[in-house]
Each structure stands twice: as structure tokens, then as C-alpha cells.
């Protein structure tokens, strides 16, 4: 079987673990990084045998010997890399989201549209097992015909002084658009129906100080979608737990809740504290297998050359509606969405 | 000690059930019910040996003998039958709703005001142990400040048909008076603040002949509180687990949920379904000792002459929001709440 | 309704539960205490409004006003108590175990089969809902032919101090006697089968001073019963997270599995310990209705003059399994059981 | 880095699963496979490019490009399997159990120490992030000092008329020897210490046909090991809910359960059969994950020259348990287990 050579752009905590999944897999090769710092460079070289290193995106994907690139540069730069990259004949998988601005991710579309490449697009949550055999139950129609969803995205609180400490460098496009799209794609991907209408609210309890940035600390969406459907969603950074992602779907025949509590594993502990499950603590931990599976499906779609399952405008729809909430958030009232082509 | 001799009005579903526990009562006499329909009367007053039945309310609270009375008939006589009885000089225990509009509802609570007899509200979550544990640990700070409340109350699909059925002959007010204030009263009585704006969405996707009744099967309010929390209802007829009362409440420095899952009981089973917990089938079964608790707290005021917890405005307050949830939900807008006097 | 007046014997901290569940049952009055400390005395007869105290058992039963007496003595003193109040007349409640020694058991077995009036013995796991509930699918085949039965008893180790401390004063009668017996009778009722062998171990890891006094403080039982269950029980003092009371069924159809998890209510905490469920942390919290509804079974029982389902048979038999446990650790053997009329 | 060539022999459930995951496993080449039925051979050279294949096991490990070899021939071939591997100079993984009698174990042992060669023993558990968190746990004191310890494994019903089938033509050497030496293996793995003594029952309700073939349908052994710990194992063929692997720990700090229900996922459902959770239902679901861990650190400890932390010995221990608890329950006693050098 061929060996796929593949880079990676962004080597920052993400970028590390996918460097790790495309290294590990057969008949893959990571052949590539670019990385603004060369001693991150270095070690992933040495860690992994990467015969190339690059400090500039544009610089790597000049170079023969690649046939796909992994894009995990920060938000702002995608929709360019990825244009670049196809430009290139280099199959590309991106993470979320596609891009931060409605016009130049449809025009990225429209250019991902006319390439024969595989574009590949970062939402991992289609490829964790669990929200697999919760869209499967929902295809079955075990659950009968969906009315409401709910949608948790929370980050452990341990990590919010240093949250505050960026938001107060450089902003990060808002917590919809930071976290809720993760939201927003699986409520699409679940009810295979478009949000219409949404009301944002969030607060800033526990480091008020985000205020003045404009950052939510707690941020909830209501939204309506075009088949009657209502979801409603919780984006934030204060859990004590842990990492807590959790789905529900409620439905004329019954409900499921995907991780209704974020186990770490099958252990139950009985302790002066009561009856204890330990908890995930991070995106990596909880997400680990998905990570490794939606780079498998990416490399899947390049030998078999067909399309992955989610698609660009999928990308630009969550966009669309986070930014909608984001919207909605800043004026306090409720935003109606409009899409165009 | 004294026996307190009561009565009851309306012998429905609820009113058996707080017949049977004012009867258990020790030191306390089930003296006189009073019902529209003769034979339920007389079936009752032969099981608990009740002296005196009437199918009349009028005539019920002009015997002497009695000194306290229970309301447990229709919503639209509460704000009556509490004036009633209060002239009556009666200790007054009133089931949820006081009332169906705010203006009878506000002159009801002047003629409560002006009464030194007690008047006690039946909000029967205020009296169950889970939901007390949770609040203790809200006022301890266990959960330092709240940020997002979530609140469920979804009937079994058992009755869905009987309530189809029911609301072709009459209409119920609405899924968010008839249901959703129990979980605003929770709401106002967890965070200790009020409703101040709400966006209601509902639909009837297991019953669609509900659309023409303007009556919903699955009904969701996100509010918007004073004190900047947001609350999220589901109030709901389908669900086929059981009867599913849940809350949860998210603070800065931990969660909380009452009841994650309606387990019947502290049986798992292990069979060819997977893992199964039984499920409470009803709110007589859910909250059984909650009933009990909240008729004896009556009873305590009566003696020791001191006044609930729970007041008159409560009471009001959550009809008001319950009214502005129905009015989003028709105008499908959000819709701002304004409280006088 | 004739009113019942029941005197009780005995008012330690099991005793006072049973005096307040008489006290409050309508008709029932408890119109006698009999208890070596009169400073209790005195505080019960104002409590309950109690017109009769008394420091010794005779002179109580002596008193013609009473019709039933609660016997919640020393172990040691429950054979001469049943006796000496079945003589008077008297309906009998007897906290278990019926006895410690299998003669003196056997002896008041008789008189008690002579005697006309309703003798009932305290296992109240038979009226808890929980181990009904488990009862009741195994009746109805739900498990089909059971297999195996697994049945935990372990106290707290907050009480561990103060067991040993008693220890050294005077001897427990060793865990099986103790706490064991309650399994043992679970069992027996769930299968309807004898127990025929078994082998019991224990140690002293936390407390080895108990070794010294031939006290265990966590024991195990296997056992073989006649229709060829093998049953486990582990009895304990040691328990961190409560009081821990599980019954697990293993059937041939399914397993069924009673209080998995010691749960003090329905409340689940996510904080940083992970996600947590509190625990009963006593028998008094964890059996609290199961001790109302023996005792209204009792009542039931002389007001219908019918005959209890648990009988003194089932005491005997598991005091009889229990001394046989307690050899079967001294010796360090398999110990066969012979049951004689 | 150098591709390490591994040959595998027997190809039945579990020799598939070893031969997907060495497939799968980058620098490592499935070079070989060795077995019976050819079609399957040629099934499994197509689906992983293997270049050799051979139905004589003896012939395949004459391949001098083999490095290593997978064992997962019937047991009672392992002991010489394996010799003959290491006398060819290869490494060698062997699935559990080294051997079915003891005699050719140690034998066997004394070639493996002889031998600077890696020797692997196939206890997945010990791979798996469950039973290792447990591990952990104990190994930093946090459940103190161990009392009791619980161990399951119980196969789902659905495969009970087969083993039925195959029990009919050829005996399984026991359930105890079959089933339960993962649980001796964990006992002494958590423990640290040689189990003394055991008294196995067992039953067979759901087939009782097994009794004529001296088989047993579910089993249980009590043991006691040197340090004083209590052990009780449960190995069984009637789970009608899947898959049921579950281990206890119950320490004089705490408590532990391993998979105290055999959770197939996150999901939670909520059905008309109440809250179900999904199951595992067989041991290549539930150990997936360890039997790649399990494969990975043996090809680790080839190239690192390191030894892996599960013995010979630990193997030899596991059967010797066995064979102990397999002549309890057949001579229907205690037995006290003697081990020489």
C-alpha cells in the first residue's frame, strides 16, 4: 500500500495530537510541520523522524513530496491556508472551524467546490463512538421525530485564569464561535434541519473582569430550527468537574443522553466523599479516539477518493449561526438567520 | 393536643391523595369534603369516616366545626375559594395555581394580607428532600453563584391521549400555567430573584391535533433572570420513560441535579435490555412524602401560628411569568416582564 | 376506631425510632416506656405526652391498659421478654435477632405457637421498598432460577472507635449474630431455601486491636444453600462513604441488583472531587420507612388478627446459620448445618 | 526503525483480533500466520498482505525473517508452542492460560528463564485503563490496606447452547481454568500476595444438561490469600445483559468498582423500559482497547530488551489456583493450595 506523506501546520495542543495520530498511522507519514517556533519543530522532528520543517505555511506546501496537509493554525488563517493548500494540489483536512467570516468562507467553499481534492473538515464529535450510536438510534427512529436538544460544551474551570489571561491579549472571536460550533454541527448533523432563530445570553460569575473584554465566561443559546425544533445550548469555561460535553436528545419515542455524566473510565469510587465517578479533564482525553478517527476517515477518503461525510458548508453554516449568536448576545435580543446561497 | 378539624374541596386525582394524608395525620380529623360528584363523596367519607360531605363549597365552609380547609378544585375557582374561606375565618391550604389572572390573583393576595389565618400554597417541590438538599447546598455557597438553572417537568406519553382528549372539551390554560410554574417557582425560589424576560417556543410532534387547540405537547422557556441567570424549562406530555422532574442547577463553584434520572427506586436490573433503572410513573409516586410534608408544615403553622415560607406572591409571581411564557409562545417573541405592586 | 395502646421496651437509639413511628400512627398510643435510664423516660413522656414509665420490663407488662408491647431490649433479654408479655397477653413486636442461643429460641418459638396473640420480629428489610420491589420479580420469574445472592451490611467506619470501645467492655456476640442475620434472613425469604454449609472469614486491618477480642470487623459467608444457591455476604464496620446495604440477585434470566450504590437521595453534585452521589450515612436514615411500615404491619396484624409473614421460625433459622458462621470463622472450617424440628 | 516481523498462531476469535491489531501497528509486519484452515489463512494474508502462511505450527516458526510469534492456539498447546518458539529464538506472546497442568508449566517456565528472550502472557486486564486506574489507586494507598476483594466474569446467555454443543464433544477443562484465571490473575495482580485457600461451587439451572458433562454453567470460588484478603469470583455463562467483567476492591479507606456496570458507552437511554444504559456484549467489545496495549508493549519490550511485568510465574500461579478450585468443587471441600519452587 502507497505511503500517504502528510504535514501538519500549528503545532499548539492540538496540532501536537494530531501530529501524533498521523505519525502513528500505517502507511502514513508524517513528512512535514510548520510552526512558527523552531524548537517545538525540532522536538516533533526528532519525536517522529519529520524529515521537513517549515516556519511559513506557504513555504511547506511547496513541497513535492506532500499530498495532504493537516491544518491547525489559529482560526483566522484557514480559510487562506486552505485555499493555498488545494491551490497546491494537497488534500486538506482543517480544523474547526472553516473560517471566522461568512464571505471568505463562501468563497473558500466555492473553491473547495471546484478542486478534486478531499477537504476534510475538524468536527471529531461525528467520529466518537458515542455520538455515532446516539445519530444512529435518531436514524433507526428510536427516538421518534425529534423535539428538543440540548447541548453542553464546558471547559474545566482550572483553565480560566488562563483564558482571561489571552482574552486580555487578543480576542477570541467569542465563545460561540470559539466552543458552540461544536454544538452547532451536531445539532445539525442530528436533526439534519437549519437553525432560524437564536437568543444569547451569558455571564461572567466567576471572573467578572471579562466583562469589560466583551468575553463570555457562561454563554447559553435557545434556538429554533426550521423542522420545529428547539435546542438549547450551554458554551463555557467554569466546571469544577471537568471537561463536561454532553448531548441530549429528546424525541416523541424517547430520549438519549450522550456522556450525561463526563466519565474518565468504568471506575466508581466509595470514599468519605460519597460515591465518586471520576471525571474527563480535557478535550483530549475525552476526544482521543475521535481525534484518531477522523484522521483514519480523512486518509480513507484520499485512497478511495470519495468525499467525507461532513462537508465545507457545513463548516460555514455553524459559522453562520455562531455568529448569529454572537450577535444576538451583544444586541440582547433575538436574531433571525438568513442564508443565501 | 388539640385535633384540627379539616375539609377538603375537589376530589380529583390530587385531592384523594391529600384526603388520604390530612386522614394519617395524628391529632388532625378529615371532617368534611366537599365534591361535585355524590358517590366519590360518599366512598370517602366511609373509607376515612368523614362526618359531613357537601357538593357545594359554600355550604361546606359554613360548617363551624371546621376550622381549616383544602382547595383542590379547578384553577379557575382558586382566587374564589380562598376568599371564601378566609371570610369564613378559615386556615386556608390552596393547591398551585392561586389563580389564572393576575388581577383576581393580586386582590386575593390583599384579602391574604389582611387575614391572620395561614394560607399555604402547594408547591410540593419546596417540601421534597432532594429538592431541599439542593437548596441547602445553594444557601451553604456550595455552588458559589449561579449562573444557568435547567428545568424539566415532562408527564408520561401514558396520558398523552387522555390530555388530547381533555383539551378538545376544555382548554388547560396552557402547558406553561398548568405545568412550567412549578419550575418557576423553583427557579425564583433557588436563586432568590425574578423573571425578567422569557422567549417560550412549543411544538406537538407525537399529537399535531394540539396545533389547532393552540395547546403544546413539548414546551421550552428560556428566561432571563434579574440577577443574570438564565434558566432554561422543558415542560412536556411524551415522555416514555416515565414522569421526569429534573433540575439542575450550574454555579461557579459546582453542579447540581435533582433527580438526573426518575429512578422509582434504588433497584438496577440487569436483563436482556441493557442496564435498567425503573422509573417513577407519576407525580403521586414521585412525590408522595413531599405531599405528606407539605400538609403537616400547614398543619405546624396552624399551631404554632406562624406563616410559611412560601407566600401569597410567590404564588402570583409565577403566574405572571407562566402568562408571559404564553404570550411569547403565541406572539413567538420575547417578551419582557414588568411586576407592580 | 379503637384506639391501641403499646407499650415499649428499651430506648436506645433503635428504641426511640420505634417510639416516635408508634407515637405518630393514628389510633395507635404509646402509653408506656420501660427503660433503665429515667432521665430518657422522662424526656419520652413529655415528648409523646407518654402517661406510663417504667425501669423494669415486668412492671410494665403488668399494666392492663396496654395491648402490645415493643421489645427493643438488649439481644440477651428478647427470649424472657417475648415469653414474659405473651404471658400477660400482650402482642409482641421483638427487634431481631429472636434470641442467641438456639434452645432458649427454640423454647419461645413454642410458647409463642401456643400463644393466640401476634408475635413480630423486626427485619425490616422485608418492608422496604427496595428489597420488595427485588422480591416481587423474583416471584413473578422475572430473574428466573436463581443462581447466586451477594448481600452486603457495612457500617460506617466513623463508628469504628466507638465499637471498639464497647468491645473491650463486653462482647458483641461477633458480626454474623450481629449484623449477619439481616442477610441471612434476605436470603432465606428471596429463595425460600435453607442454608446448608458455609465457610466464614473475617480480619481486623483498621482496627487489629479486635483481634485480642475475638471480634471481626470485616467478615465474609459462603454459603451453599439447598437448592443449590451459593450465597456471599460481607458484613463490616469499615465502610468510608455510609452505610452500606446491597442485595444483589443473580438469575438465570437477568440480575437484579438492591441499592448498587448506597444513595442518600436523588441528588447528584459535580465538583472537583468529579461527579458524586452523597450516601446514607446510617440505618435510621437509609430504613426510615421500612421501621414505619413493620410497625404498621404490626397494627394491621392484631387489628385483622392475622399472623406476620416473617415468623419466629425465620428468627430461629437465622440465628441458627449465624452461630454456625461464628464457628465456621473460629475453627477455620466448612461447617455443615442441622436443623432439628 | 527497524519492522519487527511477527508470525501468529490459531486464528479463531481472539487470534483474529491480534492478528488486526500487530497488523495495524506501525514497524511491525504481520509476516505469518499458522493454521488449521486454510481458507481462513488465505482470507487473512489477502485482507494484510502477509507474505507466509502455513497450517503446521512448526513449520511457521522455521521462518528465519520471523522475530516474534503471537500464540492463540488451543490452551492445552501452549506449553509446547512456546518452547518451541523460544528454542527458534523468537519472542513470544502466548495468550492465557500458560498451560493446563502444572508439570508442563514449570517446565516451561525453566525454558522461559533460560531464554533472553521476551516472554509475554496474554492478561489483557492488566492493559486495560480501567483495571489499571484501579490499580493505581491501590499502589498509592488511597483504599488502604485491602480486605475483601470481588471479581466477575460472565458471559453473555447468547452463547450458552454453543458452549453446550462444544462442551458435548470436548470438555473445557473447567470454568475455572477456562474463565476464572483473568480474576486470579487481578486477585494476585491488586494484591500482591498467593492465594491459601478455596471452596468453589457452582451450579448449572439454565443447562442443566452440563451436570452430566461435569461442567458448570456459573461458578464461584471464595478464597483466602496469604495477607489475609477475602476473595469471592464469579465466572459464568448467563448474563442475559452482555457481557458482565467486574472487579471490588474493599479497602479499609475505600472502596473501588471496576466496571461496576458493563457500560458499552456513554449513552444514557430513556425508553419505555426506564434508563437504560447500553452494554457490552462480548470480550473483543469490552477489551478492545487492551488487547492493542497488551500486543503494543510487547513489541516495546523487544525493542527496549526489557522484561514485561506479567510473568511466567504469575501464569503458573493462575492455574495452579485453578486446578485448586476446579478439585474444591468437584470433592465438594475446602483446599489448601501448596506451592513448590
Chains 1, 2, 3, 4 share one sequence.
Not at 493537516?70 to 486538506?92: G, M, W, Y
Not at 480544523?95 to 463562501?106: A, M, N
Not at 427516538?143 to 453542553?152: E, K, P, V
Not at 420545529?228 to 467554569?238: E, K, S
Amino acid at each position: 500500500m502507497k505511503t500517504i506523506k502528510m504535514g501538519i501546520a500549528g503545532l499548539g495542543r492540538l496540532g501536537l495530537i494530531h501530529a501524533e495520530n498521523i505519525h502513528n498511522m500505517k502507511h502514513v507519514e508524517l513528512a512535514a510541520v510548520s510552526n512558527l517556533d523552531e524548537s517545538v519543530n525540532k522536538r516533533i522532528q526528532e519525536k517522529y523522524n519529520v524529515p521537513y520543517a517549515y516556519t511559513n505555511f506557504e513555504d511547506m506546501i511547496k513541497n513535492d513530496d506532500l499530498e495532504a496537509v493537516c491544518i491547525v493554525t489559529p482560526s483566522s488563517f484557514h480559510t487562506r491556508h486552505i485555499q493555498l493548500a488545494l491551490e497546491h494540489d494537497l488534500h486538506v483536512f482543517c480544523e474547526k472551524p472553516i473560517g471566522l467570516e461568512v464571505e471568505s468562507i463562501k468563497q473558500t467553499c466555492r473553491v473547495i467546490d471546484e478542486s478534486n481534492k478531499v477537504f476534510h473538515l475538524g468536527f471529531m464529535r461525528r467520529y466518537d463512538e458515542d455520538y455515532l450510536y446516539a445519530k444512529e438510534m435518531i436514524d433507526r427512529g428510536e427516538l421518534g421525530d425529534i423535539s428538543i436538544i440540548r447541548s453542553y460544551g464546558i471547559d474545566p474551570i482550572a483553565g480560566l485564569d488562563s483564558f482571561v489571561h489571552f482574552a486580555k491579549k487578543s480576542p477570541s472571536g467569542g465563545i460561540y464561535l470559539d466552543m458552540s460550533v461544536h454544538d452547532i454541527d451536531v445539532i445539525r448533523w442530528f436533526t439534519n434541519s437549519e437553525v432560524k432563530k437564536v437568543w444569547a445570553t451569558g455571564n461572567n460569575k466567576a471572573a467578572p473582569e471579562l466583562n469589560q473584554l466583551n468575553e463570555v465566561e457562561m454563554g447559553t443559546v435557545t434556538m429554533q430550527l426550521e423542522n420545529n425544533v428547539t435546542a438549547f445550548l450551554v458554551a463555557g469555561r467554569t466546571a469544577s468537574h471537568g471537561y463536561h460535553v454532553e448531548t441530549e436528545v429528546i424525541g416523541t419515542k424517547g430520549m438519549v443522553r450522550v456522556a450525561a455524566t463526563p466519565d474518565k473510565n468504568k471506575v466508581t469510587v466509595f470514599n468519605n466523599y460519597g460515591v465518586v465517578r471520576p471525571t474527563s479533564q480535557s478535550f483530549p482525553e475525552r476526544f482521543k479516539e475521535a481525534y484518531v478517527e477522523e484522521i483514519k476517515d480523512f486518509v480513507r477518503c484520499i485512497r478511495e477518493q470519495t468525499k467525507p461525510e461532513v462537508t465545507a458548508v457545513d463548516g460555514l453554516r455553524s459559522t453562520e449561526v455562531a455568529i448569529a449568536c454572537q450577535h444576538s448576545f451583544e444586541e440582547d435580543k433575538l436574531v433571525e438567520i438568513k442564508y443565501e446561497g
